[in-house]
């Protein structure tokens, strides 16, 4: 995303044009594990040409090379379009669904290229890779929408636009009127998300004005699915810093998601949606600006939010949420505001987010020093110390509670991965528990007692029910207790996920 607006940004009207209405039809839970892998290459493509994907650079060249293989495979017609900036050579990359009526053409695009301080991960691998998974999940299910569908990844989106601006440019008024509707996905995993809608039908009131004439429909359709998992969602404006604003220049509607940049997240919408009252995105433009800079729920989510505006949107009826759909996730890969008791008696081996170090006593393992999944996990006391009883629970109490978590009605299903190691000396007065709180009523779902008994620590999966809970705004509690007698007891907890099915 572009760190300046534009100025003076057009608006014009044109209709967005209406198809017969179809049945619903279930839209495809889009496999957040693909999306990261497709960051994880953005990355390593990156990391191998200096450390950026920028427009002239090798590392965009090789980003779009990496699109372009995966699309060309699965089907797609595509085309790299070339133009000059700055003495560079840039490239858009189109790519078309064969099939639909290309009189009336849903267009879907990202910017691919980065600034040259970094990598560019959320800016813009996030838009680029969840809007890549869309398209591959569009040909793996063999999707024929009554609109044509066109996807697009723009270049040079950092030095004003220049990639997306080319190419409108290069349309003709017939070719332009045919895009019936653009939609743009521009940092949609921030660190401390937010989760915005560009402002449609300029409800909120909040500056720019509206988009053209059926751009509050497409605000509209993304907003439908964020009630359905129950995430309150905000208006931004339409401000010219991402590449809707060629598109809407032309008349063209538009809309899209972001999850925030270099601004600071107010203390209401951290009330909103959790996390801290900073920047929404710390990293934004800076080298770090890594795979480790993704929120994987606002990942998961944004990347289902668009699989469900595309099936849509492009296919004029009424769709479904995916079953099994991902209402709340966390990998602990990034922080994402879990708070310590206010009454933890704990003095060692607190619970916290860590990279752990296996600790072992007497040839038992007490801790492990590998998360459930990825580098990080909430565990009592992640370093291993002098010796394994150095930052194990002593004392009482450790607890940590996650951020609010609004759930949607619907059969809801809390799944997650932990364990519980213990010595010997250890009593059933020790334990673990994963909890509930709705209100000021906190209801256990997992309680682990330890035992006089060595236990080896070993990441177990659980799940818990919580469909009692739809429509309530909720918060998870972890705690450990190490309250009998000195004992060695360690705890961890991972991959905390609320299903929806």
Known sequence: MRALPLIGVAVLTAGLAAVPAQAAVATPDI?????????????????????????????????????????????????QQSFTYNGATGYNLIADWPGGDTSDTLMIGAHLDSVTAGPGINDNGSGSAANLEVALQVARSGFQPARHLR?????AEELGLRGSTAYVNSLTTAQKSAIGGYLNFDMVASPNPGYFLYDGDNSDNTGSGPGPTGSAEIEQTLADYYTTIGVPTRGTDFDGRSDYGPFISAGIPAGGIFTGAEGRKTAAQVTLWGGTATAFDACYHASCDTTANINDTALDRNSDAIAYAVWTLADGG???????????????????????????????????????????????????????????????????????????VDGGLTTLTSPAITLPAGTLTLGL?????????ATS????????????????????NAAAANKAAAWTAATANLSAYAGQTVRLKVEAADTGTASLVEAAVDNVVITKS
């Open 31 to 79: 496999p957040v594990a693909n999306v990261k892998a497709h960051l994880a290459q953005l990355q390593s493509i990156a990391t191998a040409n200096g450390g950026n994907r920028a427009h002239g650079r090798p590392g965009y060249l090789a980003s779009v090379t990496y699109v372009k293989g995966l699309l060309d495979a699965a089907g797609f017609t595509t085309t």
């Open 151 to 155: 996807f697009g990844w723009w270049g």
């Open 318 to 392: 009424t769709t479904t949420p995916p079953t099994g759909s991902t209402v709340w996730s966390d990998t602990f890969e990034t922080a994402t505001g879990w708070t310590a008791g206010t009454a933890d008696t704990a003095t060692s081996g607190k619970f916290e987010r860590g990279d752990p170090e296996a600790t072992t006593s007497s040839g038992v393992t007490t801790q492990l020093g590998t998360a459930a999944g990825g580098t990080y996990a909430l565990v009592t006391g992640a370093t291993a110390g002098a010796s394994a009883g150095a930052n194990d």
């Open 417 to 425: 991965s932990w364990y519980l190691a213990y010595l010997n000396n």
């Open 429 to 448: 007065a020790d334990y673990l528990r994963i909890s509930v709180v709705s209100g000021t009523t906190t209801t256990a779902l997992l309680t682990v």
